[in-house]
């Protein structure tokens, strides 16, 4: 029996500069598994071509005209029919406002545009695969302070009360940075069993990725900066 073709990942890229776009799509062409099924210039282009080609990869910059890079996130991000695509902000700029609304508005992951050519393809692969990826310089110390200073907006304690305690262990290692295997480690449970538990708690606080489960964690207090 022929093994059925693996389907690439489909890459949208959106930055208002062509060289860089072009960078990009010179680098993601090279790779069997990644195609690019569209560019934008704009943050509204994004959104729309976004709709018509249902990426399962977005590389959003994040100063573009006509709805920046966060703004069309938080739109593309609430469309129906694109509950899988994936968003992975690219950017100069690693400031705490940035990376925390970039999270906020449904971004799964945040890379600086000094990254090599292996760290984006393998960024990209990880987003694709449902998981959640920050550049090693945005650390969990520099969304724990963000979030730390926004008290008024934590999630009151309502939103854990859907949790086990074991699904509330999990989260707080998630946020923590633990993979799923460490978390298995850690708690002395399969990673299978560990990723079953990650998966009850997206669903029940209705969180897109893991991205969203660390800034759960956070902003209510599960995990402390």
Request: aromatic share 2%.
């Amino acid at each position: 029996m022929t093994a059925q073709p693996i389907e690439p990942i489909k890459v949208l890229l959106a930055d208002d500069e062509i060289l860089v776009r072009s960078g990009f799509k010179v680098l993601l062409d090279l790779e069997d598994d990644i195609t690019v099924v569209a560019e934008a210039a704009t943050g509204a282009e994004a959104v729309e071509r976004a709709r018509v080609t249902r990426p399962d990869v977005v590389l959003m910059d994040i100063r573009m005209p006509k709805l920046d890079g966060i703004e069309a996130t938080s739109h593309l991000t609430r469309i129906p029919g694109l509950e899988r695509t994936r968003v992975l902000v690219l950017t100069t700029y690693d400031t705490d406002q940035n990376v925390f609304d970039a999270l906020q508005a449904g971004a799964s992951g945040f890379l600086l545009k000094d990254a090599g050519p292996a760290e984006l393809l393998h960024a990209i692969r990880v987003i694709a695969a449902g998981d959640a990826l920050l550049a090693p310089r945005i650390t969990r110390r520099l969304i724990g302070r963000f979030t730390a200073q926004q008290a008024a907006a934590r999630i009151a304690e309502e939103t854990l009360s859907v949790l086990t305690d074991r699904e509330r262990e999990i989260v707080a290692l998630v946020g923590e940075g633990l993979s799923n295997t460490e978390i298995g480690t850690r708690l002395r449970l399969s990673p299978a069993t560990a990723r079953t538990h990650v998966g009850n708690a997206m669903r029940k606080l209705r969180a897109r990725d893991r991205a969203q489960l660390v800034v759960i964690a956070y902003r209510t207090g599960l995990v402390t900066p």
